[in-house]
């Protein structure tokens, strides 16, 4: 099992590009997430999805969008990207919302300039 | 809401010392709690979980135990190593989120 994978590793974009941040996982989880960690900050949620076709706003959506076609892949969308969205996104996915573990990809380092 | 209040960093310990890293939590209901732990350049990996009150987590010497009285899930260790050197996240679970503590960073000196 590969677990969580995400591509690419590292990218820069410049004000106003769009973007898509691509996680699969292969553990059959009906739940995802997307993540953005700041420098010297915790994780942020920014949408969830706890199955093919439902997705749902976490704490900081605005300028994001997610799709969940299947239950292998919940990619993230960066329309008109910003400086602010400058941060580190990781994808999790998990086998429920509440008793069980979410397993991390290894992140995606973007940078908006 | 529901929150992860833990303590704030940076820590710098010996190696072998006795390490405390505190966490508190507020909640509806009747969450599960988490450690997670990050090193460098990596994504967060689970380190240990409790999901009901008096249960105790453990992993590779680290415990902690879920008090609901107090509503805290401290974590520590007996004696800390060189490659416990990352960053500790406390985090809770309810309903459909998961909700991170800020993060608490540890260096450990030889």
């Known amino acids: 099992n590969a677990g969580v994978t995400q591509t690419p590793k590292f990218r820069i974009l410049k004000i106003g590009q769009s973007m898509t941040l691509q996680c699969t996982q292969d553990m059959n989880h009906n739940y995802m997430y997307w993540y953005r960690q700041d420098p010297g900050m915790g994780l942020k949620l920014i949408y969830y999805?706890?199955?093919?076709?439902?997705?749902d706003k976490g704490e900081v959506p605005n300028g994001y969008n997610v799709s969940r076609s299947t239950t292998e892949d919940f990619p993230l969308r960066l329309e008109l990207a910003a400086p602010s969205q400058t941060s580190v996104y990781f994808c999790?996915?998990?086998?429920?919302?509440?008793?069980?573990?979410?397993?991390f990809g290894p992140g995606t380092r973007l940078t908006v300039l | 809401g529901d929150s992860v209040t833990q303590m704030e960093g940076p820590v710098t310990l010996s190696e072998e010392a006795f390490l405390t890293i505190n966490c508190t939590y507020t909640a509806t209901g009747y969450p599960s709690l988490f450690w997670y732990v990050q090193y460098p350049g990596e994504g967060l990996q689970l380190l240990l979980k409790a999901t009901k009150a008096d249960d105790k987590g453990s992993n590779k010497g680290f415990e902690a135990t879920y008090r609901k009285e107090t509503t805290s899930f401290h974590l520590e260790k007996g004696s800390v190593q060189v490659s416990d050197s990352a960053v500790y996240f406390c985090a809770l679970s309810t309903g459909n989120q998961f909700y991170f503590g800020t993060g608490t960073s540890l260096t450990v000196i030889p």
């Open positions: 999790a996915s998990s086998w429920d919302s509440t008793y069980n573990e979410q397993f």
């Open positions: 999805s706890v199955g093919a076709g439902i997705t």
